[in-house]
């Protein structure tokens, strides 16, 4: 949570150049995001939470490649999705929660990748996103 609160609080602020990748190059971020970890990835859809896609871009992570996709509300809030490989798959995917230098951080561990969303909003507002993010992966 802590890599990805950092990596939220540094490019969510950005006004220029937020993400790599933008959204009108949605397929081309996600197959090389997907390429780079090794995985199918894909960008989940938060319209209905109120959220629209800004775009991507790559990071360095401890197990290498990081993806981070940024998406906006239309009063200009961010909120970041950070996927990245773990050591090992430890079965468990239950939610975690953490406050890391003002960044709320919803986290967990499916397989072998771990999921973190980072925000600026209240800690039930960022649990339903969360919800949402995990549903949309376990349909991939």
Same mark, same amino acid.
Not at 25 to 50: C, F, I, M, N, Y
């Given at each position: 949570?802590?890599?990805?609160?950092?990596?939220?609080?540094?490019?969510?602020?950005?006004?220029?150049?937020?993400?790599?990748?933008?959204?009108?190059?949605?397929?081309?971020?996600?197959?090389?995001?997907?390429?780079?970890?090794?995985?199918?990835?894909?960008?989940?859809?938060?319209?209905?939470? #109120?959220?629209?896609?800004? #775009?991507?871009?790559?990071?360095?992570?401890?197990?290498?490649?990081?993806?981070?996709?940024?998406?906006?509300?239309?009063?200009?809030?961010?909120?970041?999705?950070?996927?990245?490989?773990?050591?090992?798959?430890?079965?468990?995917?239950?939610?975690?929660?953490?406050?890391?230098?003002?960044?709320?951080?919803?986290?967990?561990?499916?397989?072998?990748?771990?999921?973190?969303?980072?925000?600026?909003?209240?800690?039930?507002?960022?649990?339903?996103?969360?919800?949402?993010?995990?549903?949309?992966?376990?349909?991939?």
């Amino acid at each position: 949570p802590r890599q990805a609160a950092i990596a939220h609080a540094v490019y969510m602020p950005e006004v220029r150049h937020p993400v790599e990748v933008g959204a009108d190059q949605q397929d081309h971020l996600v197959r090389w995001l997907s390429k780079r970890l090794g995985t199918d990835l894909k960008a989940p859809v938060l319209t209905r939470e #109120g959220y629209e896609l800004v #775009g991507g871009r790559l990071l360095p992570g401890e197990q290498g490649a990081v993806a981070q996709f940024m998406y906006q509300d239309g009063k200009g809030r961010r909120l970041t999705l950070y996927v990245s490989r773990v050591r090992e798959d430890r079965g468990d995917t239950a939610f975690r929660y953490s406050r890391e230098d003002g960044v709320s951080v919803f986290y967990w561990i499916d397989g072998k990748f771990g999921y973190a969303i980072s925000g600026g909003m209240p800690k039930d507002e960022l649990a339903r996103i969360a919800t949402a993010v995990y549903d949309q992966f376990q349909k991939n």
